[in-house]
């Protein structure tokens, strides 16, 4: 079975600063990892993948994530957050044939 | 524009009361999915259907139903035999079964038993 592990549930962070969410999975397959974000009342929008390939991968609104196959961790960073990052993010694993495993979610709050 | 649209946004009911969750979706995809969302639980798979007439159970089916009578279609009941249904419910599609897993979502729906 998979299973993904958010490790902070909330990230308070100021404007203009990096910010790291790290993510933590465990299967015994190959894996496909996803980072997606939510808005308040929204649903869940895409903000990058790795299949396969280079393990840095770039997403949108200026996020990149850097897949770690010995660590099984794929943590999501940004150099330099705005106000508008301000969301939750979820870190989710598949092997392909399975539904997506989600983690709990990290709540973003960035502060002017 | 294609994409999934869920309905109502928000839904109040009384509890022992069934309730039926719209999900329709005009991408073509094969796989449909539903989600729930509790503050501070993440997405919990509920049910998924990944062919017409066929479904199968998540990880918290209990006192949910579903259907797939039709490709684009894959309503949600929630049962008066759910305990908790307070909730925030999300559909979700997928190109193929076998695909990557990737997700496309709905904008989601907010049910509230009073």
């Known amino acids: 079975a998979q299973s993904v592990t958010q490790l902070d549930s909330q990230v308070p962070v100021f404007e203009e600063a990096p910010v790291e969410l790290r993510c933590n999975y465990s299967s015994s397959v190959s894996v496909y990892l996803f980072w997606y974000v939510q808005y308040p009342n929204q649903g869940l929008q895409l903000l990058l993948k790795?299949?396969?390939?280079?393990?840095l991968v770039k997403g949108i609104n200026g996020f990149e994530a850097e897949f770690n196959k010995s660590q099984t961790s794929f943590h999501l960073r940004k150099p330099s957050v705005h106000i508008s990052d301000t969301a939750e993010y979820f870190c989710a694993v598949s092997s392909g044939n399975t539904p997506l495993v989600f983690g709990k979610g990290t709540r973003l709050s960035v502060i002017a | 524009d294609g994409g999934i649209t869920q309905s109502p946004k928000y839904l109040f009911r009384k509890e022992g009361q069934n309730v039926t969750l719209s999900c329709e979706q005009n991408l073509n995809h094969d796989a449909m999915y539903w989600y729930r969302q509790d503050p501070g639980q993440g997405l919990r798979l509920i049910y998924y259907?990944?062919?017409?007439?066929?479904?199968q159970k998540g990880d918290i089916a209990e006192g949910y139903s579903v259907s797939r009578e039709k490709k684009e279609s894959f309503p949600l009941t929630v049962t008066s035999a759910q305990k908790n249904p307070t909730a925030f419910y999300l559909c979700?599609?997928?190109?193929?079964?076998?695909?990557?897993?990737?997700?496309?979502f709905g904008e989601g729906s907010r049910l509230t038993v009073l």
């Open positions: 790795y299949l396969s390939g280079s393990t």
């Open positions: 259907s990944q062919i017409v007439n066929d479904f």
């Open positions: 979700a599609s997928s190109p193929a079964a076998s695909s990557s897993g990737e997700l496309f």
